[in-house]
């Protein structure tokens, strides 16, 4: 019995397996506008990927902006103007390419995970954080990552040495976590 938000054409791909929902529990968003959950106003925008409407957020609130997105097939400049200037951001680091290449997936699959409606790679998603941080965003969760195609310690070194690449000092200069699948996590902010 709790409000459920999505956009109109999600609402529409979802309400079937989703099971029923109360009318005053299914809130209705247009992606680009802004709308308030208490005193969190959200930006939802629109990412690249597969699905019916699919966005990030941005959450504003006390003066910060915290930004997820996940289920991304490729960056892009529209894309980035959305997920710049955060004081944290929790970004896709799906799968390491040959990993997959690799894997046990059916090559449809493997082409769909991999192509420009997909996911992250551990090594765009390190070169997005890094280009983030040069940028000024200090706090960094790497998220959504592939139990078959990708291991948290794995994510975490990419992206570490495209930090390393760029001078930046991960624990210094910048903060970097890997998203637990089955826990809550701790976040710190620099």
Not at 92 to 103: A, F, K, Q, T, Y
Request: proline residues 4%.
């Amino acid at each position: 019995d709790v409000p459920i938000y999505a956009n109109e054409a999600t609402w529409c791909a979802m309400e079937f397996g989703l099971g029923p929902v109360k009318l005053e529990n299914r809130v209705c968003f247009c992606t680009g506008d802004e709308f308030e959950i208490g005193d969190i106003c959200v930006r939802p925008f629109s990412i690249p990927h597969d699905a019916a409407e699919p966005v990030g957020y941005n959450f504003f609130a006390e003066g910060k902006r915290i930004t997820t997105a996940t289920d991304i097939g490729h960056m892009n400049k529209e894309l980035l103007s959305y997920i710049e200037g955060n004081d944290l951001m929790l970004l896709e680091s799906n799968h390491d390419v040959e990993m997959l290449r690799v894997g046990p997936y059916p090559w449809s699959l493997k082409k769909r995970i991999m192509g420009d409606h997909g996911h992250l790679s551990n090594e765009m998603a390190a070169k997005v954080i890094a280009y983030l941080a040069e940028k000024g965003c200090r706090n960094f969760i790497l998220g959504h990552l592939s139990h078959e195609n990708n291991f948290p310690e794995l994510a975490y070194q990419t992206t570490y040495n495209a930090l390393t690449e760029k001078q930046i000092a991960v624990g210094g200069d910048v903060l970097l976590e890997v998203a637990s699948r089955d826990r809550v996590g701790k976040v710190k902010i620099l």
